[in-house]
């Protein structure tokens, strides 16, 4: 036999997760020169593009566009789908050894960190990664309970995740409905009777993770004023000398952004969004039935570290914020994948530029690879999965060049695709999905809208005649 990478033996490569970092992983192996590549990419969703579909938020279709250069990527004759595959309970490392060479995780992270606070767990306090997945649609988030009843919301931590989350929460009904949010969403945010949401930042304006487009779009809500405290938005003497040694135009746009909306009066919009900085929840309280009713708030000043960066120290000030529902969004956490070493305090891979490595040795286990948020943690936008794939496709190809890959009695398509189909008879591919997403268009077209979401997967299989 030849070796992997001819014509007559391909490099055949099982991609685990196909969000960004797979296509773009996927991409880059099918581009090699002179190295004939296989790539079967396997998720247990039917529907592809990871958090593009199931994370962006629907008001934000712009971003959704880059879905037309995975399909080209998918579109290739060696590029092969197995959604509705779940690795690690329909599919094993020992089985995907059985027909690859090498194996590639790009799950992403799929769960919260916790903020460790008394009363985190009270009904109406949720990660926001749930509300995220609830309203794009994600079918194992579509029965989530958010009770729309309240009059207030807070969102804990100031990234571009909490500022989708309130963003959704303040939008009318009339900016929804031309979105591709799920229906189910949709009908509930019609009927919700929130009034005010905070977004509550543990640091000051100047640290606050959120970028500037999704600052300024929360400024020109149709129907939501947003505010924010002078006092809280004034820099202090730590954040004012930082910047003024940096000159870092970004952040001054960002504070400047944000002292304007301070000096905002209420125009009578039926909601607001307010920011507040330098404030920690410190506990949840409930009502009778258990479910929150209030947050207690202390607040803080920043210190500088050692290393420089500023951080947050808790004063000896309290006050109570009443809030019926609670969103923490203080970060992603990637979530252990059975039979691939982890890095329990990080939440990702345990890897090296890419390459999965042995806990107790510290070396490359041959064949396995990590790329994306389950590879470097949950930073940055879509675009960074690019060079962090190249990276990781480096490796792969310096192990193909070694002769360092997994040795398959059966390297065969034929034989995998028996494997996929006979763990799952149902799993769709790449066409089924081409055809699920004609119906979702012309389905959204009739209603003004870019698509309507399929949200269950038994709905999925039924329209494809399953
Ligand atoms: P993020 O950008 O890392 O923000 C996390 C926020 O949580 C920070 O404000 C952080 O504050 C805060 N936080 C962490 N621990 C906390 C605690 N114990 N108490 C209070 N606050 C706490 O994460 P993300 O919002 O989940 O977003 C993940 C990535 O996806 C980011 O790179 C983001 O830019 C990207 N994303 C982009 C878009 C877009 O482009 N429109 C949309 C969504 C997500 P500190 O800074 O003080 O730690």
Request: hydrophobic fraction near 40%.
């Amino acid at each position: 036999m030849t070796r992997p990478g001819t014509e007559v033996n391909p490099l055949r490569v099982a991609l685990v997760g196909a969000g960004p970092a797979g296509y773009y992983a996927a991409d880059q192996l099918l581009r090699q020169d002179g190295v004939v590549i296989e790539v079967d990419v396997i998720d247990r969703l039917p529907t592809p593009y990871g958090l593009v579909r199931a994370g962006v938020a629907p008001d934000h279709q712009k971003i959704k566009a880059v879905t037309a250069a995975f399909d080209k990527v998918a579109a290739q004759s060696r590029f092969r789908f197995y959604g509705g595959v779940e690795f690690g309970k329909d599919i094993t490392v020992a089985d995907l050894a059985q027909h690859y060479h090498q194996i590639l995780f790009s799950t992403g992270a799929q769960t919260d960190r916790r903020m460790g606070i008394p009363g985190e767990d009270l009904k109406g306090s949720h990660p926001a990664t749930e509300f995220v997945a609830w309203y794009n649609g994600h079918p194992d988030y579509v029965e989530c309970p958010f009770d729309l009843s309240q009059e207030r919301a807070a969102v804990i931590g100031v990234g571009n995740v909490a500022i989708d989350v309130a963003r959704i929460l303040c939008r009318s009904p009339e900016e929804l409905a031309i979105t591709d949010i799920a229906e189910y969403a949709l009908e509930a945010l019609r009927r919700s009777r929130i009034k005010e949401v905070y977004l509550l930042g543990r640091r000051g304006p100047a640290q606050a993770a959120f970028t500037n487009p999704e600052l300024k779009e929360v400024g020109e809500l149709a129907d939501a004023d947003v505010s924010a405290l002078p006092e809280e938005v004034e820099l202090d003497p730590l954040s004012r000398a930082e910047l003024e040694r940096t000159h870092d135009r970004a952040t001054q746009r960002k504070v400047e952004l944000l002292a304007e909306y301070a000096a905002r009066k209420p125009t009578g919009k039926s909601k607001r969004l307010i920011f507040r900085f330098l404030v920690s929840p410190v506990e949840l309280s409930g009502n009778q039935a258990g479910e929150v009713s209030s947050m207690r708030l202390v607040r803080n000043r920043l210190e500088a570290t050692p290393a420089g960066t500023l951080q947050a120290k808790p004063t000896d000030q309290f006050e109570t914020l009443p809030v019926g529902l609670v969103f923490r969004s203080v970060g992603y956490r990637g979530v252990p994948l059975p039979g691939v070493p982890f890095h329990e305090s990080w939440g990702v891979i345990l890897n090296e530029n890419g390459r999965v490595l042995d806990p107790e040795t510290k070396q490359p286990v041959t064949g396995l690879y990590a790329a994306g948020w389950i590879k470097r943690g949950p930073t940055g936008v879509i675009g960074t999965n690019k060079p962090d794939a190249a990276q990781t496709v480096t490796c792969m190809m310096e192990d193909l060049a070694a002769d360092r890959l997994l040795a398959p009695p059966e390297p065969d398509p034929a034989a995998a695709e028996r494997l996929m189909r006979g763990r799952r008879p149902r799993c769709v591919s790449y066409q089924d999905w081409l055809k699920l997403n004609q119906i979702e268009v012309s389905r959204g077209r009739a209603a003004g809208r870019p698509r309507i979401k399929f949200t269950h997967v038994e709905e999925m299989l039924a329209a494809l005649g399953r």
